[in-house]
């Protein structure tokens, strides 16, 4: 009768076993090695599914920095946040500042200058564009303010050249990276980006101090 290891669980071959079911075995044991042999990586991962538990070590250790990092909440993994950065349907970002969720986008375009704050209810909806006001006449506007049309297009648009607003709301361009001239500011195009909560993310966290 087959037995098996006492760390890994592997299937010890019997001589009685025939050689379909050695087969089987021995291709469980490679699986099981392979599962708990090391990972090592330049970065912190930014994609897939991994257990609580899991390790990476980084292939660049050095002075100050660590050997590895350790997973201490099962999720997914996916990179974090970036400001007015494109981003397509089905891209996944998790926040700077963790909060043990992931986010889909659900609507592709560009991010905000400002990180949004993140919805943590299951499913909701996120709209990228934190500080943003409505458009007002015969105001000084600065760089990086956000404005959205009286009338919604899908679009938010930022202040590239800082000055006062026209007396009558502009025609807004709807083509993304083209600006809109509004008496002394200037206005850049950016379509909203719409992200939805997807699941708990990951929590990797940096262990083996290297002094």
């Not at 469980?28 to 990972?39: C, E, H, L």
């Not at 991962?45 to 660590?66: A, C, L, S, Y």
């Given at each position: 009768?087959?037995?098996?290891?006492?760390?890994?669980s592997?299937?010890?071959?019997?001589?009685?076993?025939?050689?379909?079911?050695?087969?089987?075995?021995?291709a469980?044991n490679?699986?099981?090695?392979?599962?708990?042999?090391?990972?090592?990586?330049?970065?912190?991962?930014?994609?897939?599914?991994?257990?609580?538990?899991?390790?990476v070590?980084?292939?660049?250790?050095?002075v100050?920095?660590?050997?590895?990092?350790?997973?201490?909440?099962?999720?997914?993994a996916?990179?974090?946040w970036?400001s007015?950065?494109?981003?397509?349907?089905?891209?996944?970002?998790?926040?700077?500042?963790?909060?043990?969720?992931?986010y889909?986008c659900?609507?592709?375009?560009?991010?905000?200058p400002?990180?949004?704050?993140?919805?943590?209810?299951?499913?909701?909806t996120?709209?990228?564009?934190?500080?943003?006001?409505?458009?007002l006449?015969?105001?000084?506007?600065?760089?990086?303010d956000i404005?959205?049309?009286?009338?919604?297009?899908?679009?938010?648009y930022?202040?590239?050249?800082?000055?006062?607003?026209?007396?009558?709301?502009?025609?807004?361009?709807?083509?993304?990276?083209?600006?809109?001239?509004?008496?002394?500011?200037?206005?850049?195009?950016?379509?909203?980006?719409k992200w939805?909560?997807?699941?708990?993310?990951?929590?990797?966290?940096p262990?083996?101090?290297?002094e």
């Amino acid at each position: 009768m087959s037995a098996t290891t006492s760390n890994l669980s592997l299937v010890k071959p019997d001589l009685s076993d025939n050689i379909h079911q050695t087969v089987l075995h021995l291709a469980s044991n490679f699986q099981k090695i392979d599962d708990r042999s090391d990972i090592y990586v330049s970065n912190l991962p930014t994609n897939g599914d991994w257990n609580e538990g899991q390790r990476v070590f980084f292939t660049n250790p050095k002075v100050g920095g660590h050997i590895g990092a350790v997973n201490i909440r099962s999720g997914k993994a996916a990179s974090k946040w970036n400001s007015l950065h494109p981003y397509q349907l089905g891209d996944r970002v998790v926040p700077n500042i963790d909060n043990g969720h992931w986010y889909e986008c659900i609507q592709s375009g560009t991010s905000a200058p400002m990180e949004p704050a993140w919805l943590v209810a299951a499913l909701t909806t996120t709209e990228d564009t934190r500080n943003r006001t409505n458009w007002l006449p015969s105001t000084v506007y600065h760089i990086d303010d956000i404005v959205m049309p009286s009338v919604p297009n899908g679009r938010f648009y930022v202040c590239t050249v800082p000055g006062t607003s026209g007396t009558l709301e502009p025609a807004w361009e709807t083509t993304d990276g083209i600006v809109t001239s509004d008496h002394h500011a200037v206005w850049m195009t950016y379509r909203i980006v719409k992200w939805r909560e997807s699941g708990t993310a990951v929590n990797f966290r940096p262990f083996g101090k290297i002094e």
